[in-house]
């Protein structure tokens, strides 16, 4: 899994002057340089590719978790009639590939007038089915005394789910988050079709379109754009994982 990985970094780091294809491959440059990097970001808006992305994934994560616990609390905490056949039809939307309403969405989106906008991009993901039953299960788990001590206090259904819920269900919302962040960074198929000025472009579509530049096929500086593409996401996920650990519910919840 990581041999790709690791053979794209070498390749972004070696010289014009080493050979990327030779058999046995040398993962090892034998004179590293950052020349590949410095090329793609002075010649390519890399910079603009990367406050692209950066924006709309996280709009994109802070809307999905805002929507989809809204939507997941009283599925799992409220009784009301029809309860489990809404849950088992927003579920069952899980089934449904992206391709089969891909068509209608763009048709939606141009109507609304939003191609070629920032919200254009993130219109399709401000929710998920996913994430509504990820967080659904999560707030089942939170014990139901937190729930009754906060409502004697006097608290109102909307500050049980802020102040009691949703730090209940932290470990959850940050999992969601990495799931929706990865996904968002490195969409590709969306972007594609809903954008066709170069100032949006993500940094997917950034990396693509130094296929066809003047730099050809010089695959050490697609490999460099990749690696600016990558980073980013491996950094979110080395700062985010120490969060996705189980927490203690049944004690309390701080003030």
Partial sequence: MLLPLVWLTSTAFKAPTENIFQFPPQFLPESPTIENFVRVWQTEPFGQYLFNSLL????????????????????????????????????????????????????????????????????PAIAS?????????????????????????????????????????????????????????????WPLIVLDQPEYYTLPLGV????????????????AGSVISIAPVLLFFVLMQRYVVPTETGSGVKG
Avoid: H
Avoid at 84 to 109: A, C, D, G, R
Avoid at 139 to 163: H, N, T, Y
């Fill in 56 to 123: 709309v994934a996280g709009l994109t994560v802070g809307l999905n978790l805002l929507f989809c616990a809204l939507a997941a609390y009283p599925l799992a905490r409220l009784k009301f009639r029809g309860r489990e056949v809404i849950f088992s039809l927003i579920v069952s939307t899980i089934l449904i590939p992206f391709q089969i309403v891909m068509i209608p969405l763009y048709i939606l989106t141009v109507q609304l007038g939003l191609r070629n906008t920032y919200l254009g991009l993130i219109f």
């Fill in 129 to 189: 089915a996913f994430g509504i039953f990820l967080l659904r299960q999560a707030f089942q788990g939170v014990p139901k005394e937190l729930e009754e001590a906060a409502r004697m206090d006097g608290c109102s259904e909307l500050g049980i789910w802020w102040f009691v819920m949703l730090p209940a269900i932290r470990p959850a919302l940050t999992t969601l988050a990495i799931f929706v962040f990865i996904g968002s960074w490195s969409d590709f198929l």
């Fill in 208 to 223: 693509a379109r130094l296929l066809g530049t003047t730099f050809g096929q010089d695959w050490r500086l697609i490999a």
